[in-house]
């Protein structure tokens, strides 16, 4: 009975910090900088896709600007691509992958934002490194009055790193998904993840975004191409699942098989929260990582970041949750990583389950790498770079234990300090509304005046 309480009380706290004024504030932060930068993410997609591979790194900074991005990625291409929109189509039906394209859209302009503010006020600790993220913009961009703010960021940085994205839903995962399909025991798992971890998280940044660089365009090219051979075998349940994606966000899902059935308002969090989740848009997560990129403009940095977002789930969330409809596993009993597990195994039997292995670990591995990153950051902004030993001695024993949690609590629990997080983020985004205008006016004017200047250079 006592476990049941726990989650129940957990549950309540959820639904309360992910209630209305939350949500509210999160795609109206995205809507309001989507009108106030005139629709950027899609004027300024293609130029943000070429700065990935064309950034001049010119700037002062720890890492390059790809490096800053594979780290972000690393942080936000995890179990939310794969367990997250299981357990959001588990939740609130097919209509929530609709909404999770809405929050993705609108939350491009606010990754926008992000990357723009962190790069634009970040700053050197003493121990050389760069540090930025919004507890650095809220302290020095809105001002000293607003340091509680920074100070409340930053510790739900840190327990976001300890006990949510960062360790417990990844590792969790890992482990499941490795007894599930390969029949590893969970402790083996957990061990040999702890190590891993360990070894590179001591190097630090520079460590963590090399092993990122690698890992991270591997593990997306891999997934979504498998995704991809899963379509085209259900190639002729493609129109119909777009079709009941796109009404049910609308109307609500009638329970079929082992589904319950979805309000619109249940669609709705699930999507937006699942959405938030994975890409982490609005919670101040990625700019800790931009932050460090060697780059002279802001706001270019603010591009490269924003292609996180579509990467992450217009693209990657969409290729599973397309997966979880055509199948039709959405309506049976799985929940979570192992109705995934059930879409793989009606497209490519035998294998199948083998490929979602391998993607899932890659994805959730680097997850916890870049988490453990933003979590130092954050702690080195609480207490000082003496704090950094003692962040990573705890953030490796906490992954060891990972492996031996509840699943719904853990969701449950990550899901309250990720909305704890988002708050101060979202309130100096809105404050700073007119820096990131001008800084991207300033930007703009740059680029335009370069491309006169190559014009008229005789060829």
Same mark, same amino acid.
């Given at each position: 009975?006592?476990?049941?309480?726990?989650?129940?009380?957990?549950?309540?706290?959820?639904?309360?910090?992910?209630? +209305?004024?939350?949500?509210?504030?999160?795609?109206?932060?995205?809507?309001?900088?989507?009108?106030?930068?005139?629709?950027?993410?899609?004027?300024?997609?293609?130029?943000?896709?070429?700065?990935?591979?064309?950034?001049?790194?010119?700037?002062?900074?720890?890492?390059?600007?790809?490096?800053?991005?594979?780290?972000?990625?690393?942080?936000?291409?995890?179990?939310?691509?794969?367990?997250?929109?299981?357990?959001?189509?588990?939740?609130?039906?097919?209509?929530?992958?609709?909404?999770?394209?809405?929050?993705?859209?609108?939350?491009?302009?606010?990754?926008?934002?992000?990357?723009?503010?962190?790069?634009?006020?970040?700053?050197?600790?003493?121990?050389?490194?760069?540090?930025?993220?919004?507890?650095?913009?809220?302290?020095?961009?809105?001002?000293?009055?607003?340091?509680?703010?920074?100070?409340?960021?930053?510790?739900?940085?840190?327990?976001?790193?300890?006990?949510?994205?960062?360790?417990?839903?990844?590792?969790?995962?890992?482990?499941?998904?490795?007894?599930?399909?390969?029949?590893?025991?969970?402790?083996?798992?957990?061990?040999?993840?702890?190590?891993?971890?360990?070894?590179?998280?001591?190097?630090?940044?520079?460590?963590?975004?090399?092993?990122?660089?690698?890992?991270? +365009?591997?593990?997306?090219?891999?997934?979504?191409?498998?995704?991809?051979?899963?379509?085209?075998?259900?190639?002729?349940?493609?129109?119909?699942?777009?079709?009941?994606?796109?009404?049910?966000?609308?109307?609500?899902?009638?329970?079929?098989?082992?589904?319950?059935?979805?309000?619109?308002?249940?669609?709705?969090?699930?999507?937006?929260?699942?959405?938030?989740?994975?890409?982490?848009?609005?919670?101040?997560?990625?700019?800790?990582?931009?932050?460090?990129?060697?780059?002279?403009? +802001?706001?270019?940095?603010?591009?490269?970041?924003?292609?996180?977002?579509?990467?992450?789930?217009?693209?990657?969330?969409?290729?599973?949750?397309?997966?979880?409809?055509?199948?039709?596993?959405?309506?049976?009993?799985?929940?979570?990583?192992?109705?995934?597990?059930?879409?793989?195994?009606?497209?490519?039997?035998?294998?199948?389950?083998?490929?979602?292995?391998?993607?899932?670990?890659?994805?959730?591995?680097?997850?916890?790498?870049?988490?453990?990153?933003?979590?130092?950051?954050?702690?080195?902004?609480?207490?000082?770079?003496?704090?950094?030993?003692?962040?990573?001695?705890?953030?490796?024993?906490?992954?060891?234990?990972?492996?031996?949690?509840?699943?719904?609590?853990?969701?449950?629990?990550?899901?309250?300090?990720?909305?704890?997080?988002?708050?101060?983020?979202?309130?100096?985004?809105?404050?700073?509304?007119?820096?990131?205008?001008?800084?991207?006016?300033?930007?703009?004017?740059?680029?335009?005046?370069?491309?006169?200047?190559?014009?008229?250079? +005789?060829?």
């Amino acid at each position: 009975m006592g476990k049941l309480d726990y989650v129940k009380i957990l549950d309540q706290v959820d639904s309360f910090v992910w209630g +209305p004024p939350l949500l509210l504030l999160l795609v109206g932060t995205g809507i309001w900088l989507t009108l106030r930068l005139k629709l950027i993410q899609l004027t300024r997609l293609p130029m943000a896709l070429k700065l990935i591979f064309r950034a001049k790194n010119d700037g002062t900074g720890d890492i390059s600007s790809i490096g800053a991005l594979c780290t972000a990625l690393a942080a936000t291409v995890g179990t939310g691509n794969i367990v997250g929109v299981a357990t959001a189509v588990g939740t609130g039906g097919p209509g929530a992958i609709f909404w999770m394209w809405m929050a993705a859209f609108f939350g491009m302009a606010t990754k926008y934002a992000e990357g723009l503010l962190a790069v634009k006020y970040r700053t050197i600790d003493k121990n050389g490194q760069v540090s930025g993220g919004p507890m650095y913009y809220i302290e020095r961009g809105l001002g000293r009055k607003y340091r509680p703010l920074a100070i409340m960021f930053a510790a739900s940085g840190v327990l976001v790193a300890f006990f949510g994205i960062g360790t417990f839903p990844q590792v969790n995962a890992i482990v499941d998904t490795c007894k599930l399909s390969l029949g590893i025991p969970v402790y083996i798992t957990a061990a040999v993840v702890t190590v891993l971890v360990a070894l590179v998280t001591i190097g630090g940044l520079k460590s963590i975004s090399r092993v990122a660089t690698k890992i991270v +365009p591997f593990m997306a090219v891999f997934y979504v191409l498998s995704c991809i051979y899963i379509l085209v075998t259900f190639a002729d349940k493609l129109p119909d699942a777009v079709n009941l994606i796109i009404t049910s966000a609308f109307s609500g899902t009638a329970a079929a098989g082992g589904f319950l059935g979805a309000s619109i308002m249940l669609a709705i969090r699930s999507g937006v929260a699942r959405g938030v989740f994975s890409n982490e848009s609005g919670l101040g997560s990625a700019p800790i990582a931009a932050a460090a990129a060697k780059t002279k403009w +802001p706001a270019e940095q603010g591009l490269i970041s924003m292609t996180g977002t579509f990467i992450d789930t217009i693209i990657i969330c969409t290729m599973t949750g397309l997966s979880l409809v055509v199948t039709g596993v959405w309506t049976g009993e799985a929940k979570g990583a192992a109705m995934t597990n059930d879409a793989f195994l009606a497209a490519i039997p035998g294998f199948g389950p083998v490929i979602l292995t391998v993607g899932l670990v890659l994805f959730a591995f680097t997850t916890i790498l870049g988490w453990n990153y933003y979590g130092e950051r954050c702690c080195e902004y609480l207490f000082g770079v003496k704090s950094i030993k003692a962040y990573r001695v705890i953030f490796i024993g906490l992954v060891a234990t990972g492996a031996f949690l509840k699943l719904e609590a853990i969701w449950l629990l990550a899901d309250i300090v990720n909305g704890l997080m988002a708050l101060p983020n979202l309130i100096a985004l809105l404050g700073l509304t007119g820096v990131i205008i001008s800084e991207t006016n300033r930007y703009m004017d740059h680029v335009k005046a370069q491309q006169t200047k190559n014009h008229s250079e +005789p060829a």
